[in-house]
């Protein structure tokens, strides 16, 4: 075979021979390709569809072991090569997904299912598809008999659900700006209870107290016998009082920006689980911040000393991140300082050293590889 042949005309055969059940042809032109790729210099760009046509090639033919190491180092060479059109990849961790489902590789599915919902979450506001994600890792989670974190799961993409389905902002702020009038005219409280409603509703089942399809049910009895929510809660055995009256302090307080609705949802949460006062429960809010302010710096960190982002770059983004109120993960990525999966890889290996599975300087020297900085100069 002639090795001199271009590029362009490897792939071209390799396409041709699989078009003919030609598998060892095609394989065979698709390891010249790749090795013209790696071995002449030729740009990222010929490298990746070299690799992406092996790897779909792969999984076409059902080479699972192949296909899975193709799409691994397909996945490494994009990021570096895409950077921050990072939402670009979203489609190729589908096709990884397809074989490994296949092989019944669960563990790694569930970190390329993952790996996806978190690219959803910081470069796209597609929440239908998020919803979709969601639903996929929840159902195997629940093949992995993790029902606890299949719930939480559940739990997210229900709010999702939900919050397709509540009226466009222009027509909610339309009411809302109506409200005293409405109020002051007619002394009707119905559409301020419906909003306590639906409040509550969200304080209770967006941290995991009652799943959303009973609080669902529960929502029928109260507009049914014209009861407040929070007393059919109460009598469905669901809630007490005491975390009902809870809840309604912290809406209160959300209202008056006090606190956020996270924060609410937070302290409601050790209410009914730790037994706490409102109080107590919103200090140990506040230290939980307080730590995950400690464990956001030393991702910063890690992300300074493996090279990835300048000092400079990382206060840029911490002051952006406070005035956009963005998680710091989600600021990298809206600030163009880092691309998505790089910030997802970079997350999940100081997961590793909080786990006491990595030391720090060997997640650094992992950070480092990820640097396109770092990659060898074409031969």
């Not at 606890?148 to 009411?175: F, L, M, T």
Request: charge should be negative; glycine fraction near 4%; aromatic fraction near 4%.
């Amino acid at each position: 075979m002639d090795t001199n042949n271009s590029w362009q005309e490897l792939i071209n055969e390799a396409q041709q021979a699989d078009q003919n059940n030609d598998l060892a042809g095609a394989k065979k032109y698709l390891d010249l390709a790749l090795w013209k790729a790696e071995q002449h210099g030729l740009n990222s760009e010929q490298l990746l569809k070299t690799l992406e046509q092996y790897a779909l090639f792969s999984t076409r033919r059902y080479m699972d072991d192949q296909a899975l190491t193709c799409w691994n180092r397909f996945l490494k060479e994009a990021v570096r090569a895409w950077g921050k059109d990072s939402e670009k990849l979203l489609p190729y961790l589908d096709k990884m997904s397809e074989v490994l489902e296949r092989k019944h590789n669960w563990p790694v599915l569930e970190q390329v299912y993952r790996q996806a919902i978190r690219l959803e979450e910081l470069v796209s506001d597609h929440s239908d598809k998020l919803s979709k994600r969601l639903e996929q890792l929840s159902g195997l989670l629940v093949q992995l008999k993790r029902p606890d974190e299949a719930k939480e799961i559940g739990v997210r993409q229900r709010a999702i659900k939900e919050k397709n389905a509540a009226p466009p902002p222009s027509v909610h702020s339309a009411v809302t700006q109506q409200m005293p009038a409405i109020m002051s005219n007619t002394g009707n409280h119905q559409t301020l209870q419906a909003e306590r409603r639906i409040f509550i509703g969200q304080l209770f089942t967006r941290s995991a107290i009652i799943p959303y399809d009973q609080f669902s049910q529960q929502l029928k009895v109260s507009k049914k016998l014209g009861m407040p929510i929070g007393e059919v809660l109460i009598d469905s055995g669901l809630i007490t009082r005491v975390h009902l009256e809870a809840a309604l302090k912290l809406q209160v307080m959300a209202r008056e920006d006090k606190i956020t609705v996270d924060q609410a949802g937070a302290a409601l949460r050790r209410v009914c689980h730790e037994n706490l006062s409102v109080e107590d429960a919103l200090n140990t809010s506040n230290q939980t911040a307080s730590d995950q302010q400690t464990v956001q710096m030393h991702f910063g960190s890690l992300l300074v000393d493996s090279g990835l982002i300048p000092g400079d770059t990382l206060d840029q983004v911490l002051k952006d991140m406070e005035q956009n109120q963005n998680t710091f993960a989600k600021q990298l990525v809206v600030s163009k300082a880092l691309s998505a999966m790089i910030v997802g890889e970079a997350l999940e290996l100081q997961e590793e050293v909080q786990a006491g599975r990595l030391t720090t300087q060997q997640a650094i020297e992992k950070l480092k590889t990820l640097n396109p900085a770092n990659r060898a100069a074409p031969v």
